[in-house]
């Protein structure tokens, strides 16, 4: 759905506020917060409404609601004292008071060049003989996702999570991006589930790949597996992206907070039984994803991942890498 209002335009598909041509910086939950001010244009929205609709009923303060408020009105050019868009309605909620011009079911349907991409799927083999899955999709200047925690290249591309950020990268660009050791398509039954040995897989597909230069980009433990590539090979890396990661893994930064999460994690991911859906399958999906316990998706893309005893290989190993040390960065 798009929304258009003053010189703003607010598409649900594509998760992003633009003015003009140039995007606005927003926050998911301040996002979300915005959408519903709009769709329910018609009506004062209550605080109450607000909390179930972006927080899912979870607790939060007053106060995290008033800062989302703000925030929201930043970034259409409003503020608490004008009040041109989101008006405050004392002891009522808030409306949205713009004109706003939804976008036709025509226009609706009319498939986005991002509709058009196909993702094509090979194997590669790393340096211990294991088999890993890859997919490039889109043309273009190459960029290389380094694999994480998790990961399915048929699974995520369809993924109300991860889809809409997938198909965005591969817009005006190839992305490469691959299945780790242990997930997806990627070989399950391998025993080197190690730091180096996740490195070792990033540096195969991209020689299968027949790339000679490209942008990387890291996300969660992809991160320490792209710093420890940039290192190797600083002449095949023209841009290092980074996002929600790390440089040492949880058992390794010397908190005993830490450590203690790390144990309870890999406990929760441990097999349990003959259950449909572990607690590794509503934990995982819950923790990137809160309002997630609405549908089976998460669940059944968790579990179809990585099974569960090799899950917890993978975590243990995660939380035990480290991108600075010597073994990673010996070349």
Request: charged share 25%; proline share 5%; with cysteine.
């Amino acid at each position: 759905m798009r929304y258009e209002f003053d010189d703003f335009v607010l598409d649900t598909g594509r998760v992003e506020l633009r003015r003009g041509s140039k995007l606005v910086d927003i926050e998911p939950q301040v996002f979300d917060l915005l959408v519903h001010l709009i769709a329910n244009q018609d009506r004062v929205v209550s605080s109450e409404e607000l909390f179930e609709a972006v927080w899912a009923g979870r607790i939060v303060s007053l106060s995290t609601l008033t800062s989302r408020i703000n925030a929201a009105r930043k970034a259409i050019g409003d503020s608490g004292a004008k009040q041109k868009l989101i008006k405050t309605i004392p002891r009522r909620g808030y409306r949205f008071t713009a004109e706003v011009i939804t976008a036709s079911d025509e226009a609706e349907a009319a498939p986005e060049p991002e509709a058009t991409l196909r993702q094509e799927i090979s194997f590669c083999t790393s340096g211990d003989k294991v088999r890993i899955a890859y997919a490039k999709v889109g043309s273009g200047p190459p960029l290389v996702k380094a694999g994480n925690w998790l990961n399915h290249l048929e699974y995520d591309w369809e993924s109300p999570v991860w889809s809409h950020m997938l198909k965005w990268m591969a817009s005006g660009r190839q992305l490469i991006r691959y299945d780790a050791r242990g997930n997806g398509l990627s070989d399950w039954d391998v025993q080197d589930i190690s730091f180096d040995a996740f490195v070792r897989d990033l540096e195969a597909v991209v020689d299968a790949a027949g790339l000679t230069r490209f942008a990387l980009f890291g996300a969660s433990q992809g991160c320490a597996v792209s710093i420890a590539y940039a290192v190797r090979h600083p002449e095949r890396v023209s841009k290092l992206v980074l996002y929600g990661g790390f440089a040492r893994g949880r058992r390794l930064r010397g908190d005993p907070v830490d450590i203690e999460q790390a144990d309870a994690m890999i406990t929760l991911i441990a097999p349990a039984g003959a259950r449909r859906i572990p607690p590794s399958g509503r934990f995982s999906p819950r923790s990137l994803c809160p309002a997630a316990r609405r549908s089976r998706w998460p669940g059944s893309m968790t579990c179809s991942a990585t099974p569960r005893r090799r899950k917890t290989r993978c975590a243990s190993g995660w939380c035990r890498i480290t991108s600075t040390c010597s073994s990673s960065c010996r070349k």
